[in-house]
């Protein structure tokens, strides 16, 4: 893609790094499967460290009402991954009004819209000129001129990548 899940990745990684107003950061990431109720809860029952005994006695409501409990005492960043469609994150019980953060990418503007987001920011192919900076700042010079064919194929390769980076 455009690069969306490494975005929140580095943005994840840079919050681990660095002084922050959260308490807790928690990344959420749509491995295989899509993002949903059950998997906020799933992620957020090990970043919150509920123990079982706490936990599996409980229906969905009650461990939304358990996690909201512990999430609305703490400033958090929540980072959803790549979500195919809206999701009532009151229903996973993250609460939205306590100042915390919420951050997610996706591919469905109407998820943006649905959700109420307050800033929306599209993330495009890059242009030509980035596209082929970036190669060659992966690539390194002493490849690309290690051979007379090499920075040939490897413009063309850049042009194939279409500005997408990790193509």
Not at 120 to 137: G, S, T
Not at 148 to 161: F, G, K, R, Y
């Amino acid at each position: 893609g455009v690069g969306k899940t490494t975005l929140l990745r580095n943005l994840n990684h840079k919050f681990s790094n660095a002084e922050h107003n959260f308490d807790r950061v928690i990344l959420v990431e749509s491995r295989t499967d899509v993002i949903n109720v059950e998997t906020i809860q799933f992620v957020l029952k090990y970043r919150l460290a509920i123990p079982n005994e706490v936990w599996d006695n409980k229906n969905q409501q009650g461990r939304a009402a358990e996690i909201f409990q512990r999430l609305s005492q703490r400033r958090f960043a929540l980072l959803l991954d790549d979500l195919r469609g809206p999701i009532n994150l009151a229903e996973a019980g993250v609460p939205v009004q306590n100042g915390s953060k919420i951050v997610y990418t996706t591919i469905m503007e109407d998820a943006c819209n649905v959700m109420g987001d307050h800033m929306k920011f599209k993330v495009d192919c890059l242009l030509p000129d980035d596209a082929w900076n970036l190669f060659r700042l992966m690539v390194k010079d002493d490849v690309l001129n290690f051979h007379h064919d090499i920075l040939e194929l490897a413009e063309t390769v850049a042009d194939l990548c279409g500005g997408l980076p990790l193509a």
